[in-house]
T-cell receptor
Framework: GESVGLHLPTLSVQEGDNSIINCAYS??????FIWYKQESGKGPQFIID?????DKRQGQRVTVLLNKTVKHLSLQIAATQPGDSAVYFC????????????FGAGTRLAVHP | DGGITQSPKYLFRKEGQNVTLSCEQN?????MYWYRQDPGQGLRLIYY???????QKGDIAEGYSVSREKKESFPLTVTSAQKNPTAFYLC????????????FGDGTRLSIL
């Protein structure tokens, strides 16, 4: 079946280091992916998105890479700060439809001083 | 400021009772969604609505009902038929239905008394 999944449930980094959060998706076709950040007790917050006609997209301190060959995407956070501590989800619209956004289980990012 | 407002933030349900979770948006978004989040897991789609007076079941619609009488409102009722209702419920909306990021409210946490 269709799926979007993250590789690691928890990632610990030192403040100031770069963080890389990975995500893989199933064989179903997709042309749009989104990364969300969720802090405790709050709803997911949009970070960045990428469409399948792109390999890379950059935002403020964040970069998303999409490798369609191996069906993998990653979120890179530069100079990780304590405020980046949260659960990060990748999500994708699979099978070409835009009604159903499939979420991975999330990676908890812990930033240590 | 535009946004999505969910209320109440915390809700308690007695056995055999129906409860209704409120979701209101002033973003003029066309589509609205309800998700359920269990601890350590991603979001699962309950119901969605692309237009007023129309809605479709998601992956886990059993025991839930919705209505979309107004564009800005999409209430979710958790019925007594939902035997495991304890979860974090998230409402989202999106402009149009052609692959746009979904924007989320801050959720309602439902517990059983």
């Amino acid at each position: 079946g269709e799926s979007v999944g993250l590789h690691l449930p928890t990632l610990s980094v030192q403040e100031g280091d770069n963080s890389i959060i990975n995500c893989a998706y199933s064989n179903s076709a997709s042309d749009y992916f989104i990364w969300y950040k969720q802090e405790s007790g709050k709803g997911p917050q949009f970070i960045i998105d990428i469409r399948s006609n792109m390999d890379k997209r950059q935002g403020q301190r964040v970069t998303v890479l999409l490798n369609k060959t191996v069906k993998h995407l990653s979120l890179q956070i530069a100079a990780t700060q304590p405020g980046d501590s949260a659960v990060y989800f990748c999500a994708g619209f699979l099978n070409g439809g835009y009604n159903k956004l499939i979420f991975g289980a999330g990676t908890r990012l812990a930033v240590h001083p | 400021d535009g946004g999505i407002t969910q209320s109440p933030k915390y809700l308690f349900r007695k056995e055999g009772q129906n409860v209704t979770l409120s979701c209101e948006q002033n973003l003029n978004h066309d589509a609205m969604y309800w998700y359920r989040q269990d601890p350590g897991q991603g979001l699962r789609l309950i119901y969605y609505s692309q237009i007023v007076n129309d809605f479709q079941k998601g992956d886990i619609a059993e025991g839930y009902s919705v209505s979309r009488e107004k564009k800005e409102s999409f209430p979710l009722t958790v019925t007594s038929a939902q035997k495991n209702p304890t979860a974090f419920y998230l409402c989202a909306s999106t402009l149009g239905t052609g692959g746009q990021p979904q924007h989320f409210g801050d959720g309602t946490r439902l517990s059983i008394l």
